[in-house]
């Protein structure tokens, strides 16, 4: 993950939402094109908001695929999955603890102490799936292996980089 934000990112990012990003660390993911994919945010925006996605996917091309994989059910399918399978539920479980400790990094470093949110992840985790952005996030920000579920989707929107970037 790089720290820090460079004017060309923020400009690429504010492009892909649309506004301004917010309480951005760095970038936790680039796509093949250079761009921004995923940001890591601070835990609490300049505002002083509690912020708990820690990677967040900026890459519409990327969200538009996964919206469409979320409309499909996948989010229901990968619950039911939890249930079911011991492995990937205790695997899952790790990817929680492992955002919680990327997100307690990240605000140690600056400063942010966010009690509000403590345990508390995102996209669900640990114990469902409500957010497949977050999950592709994640598994793009911190690479194969740590969460099976956001594998799971980043190998279901297959190489949505190759028509060139998205902004």
Known sequence: ?????????????????????????????????????VVATE?????????????????PRAASRIGTLEGGGLMKEMTERLGEDEELAAAYRAAHERYLAVREAIGAEVGADVPEIAGISAGGMPDRVKCLHVLAGQALAEGPGVNPLGDEVVEALGAWWEAGPCV
């Open 43 to 59: 835990p609490r925006l300049p505002t002083g908001t509690p912020f708990p996605t820690t990677f967040y996917l900026t890459c």
């Open 1 to 37: 993950m790089e720290r820090g934000f460079s004017e060309a990112d923020a400009a690429a990012v504010q492009r892909q939402l649309g506004r301004e990003a917010r309480g951005t660390y760095g970038v936790a993911h680039r796509c093949p094109c250079g761009n921004p994919a």
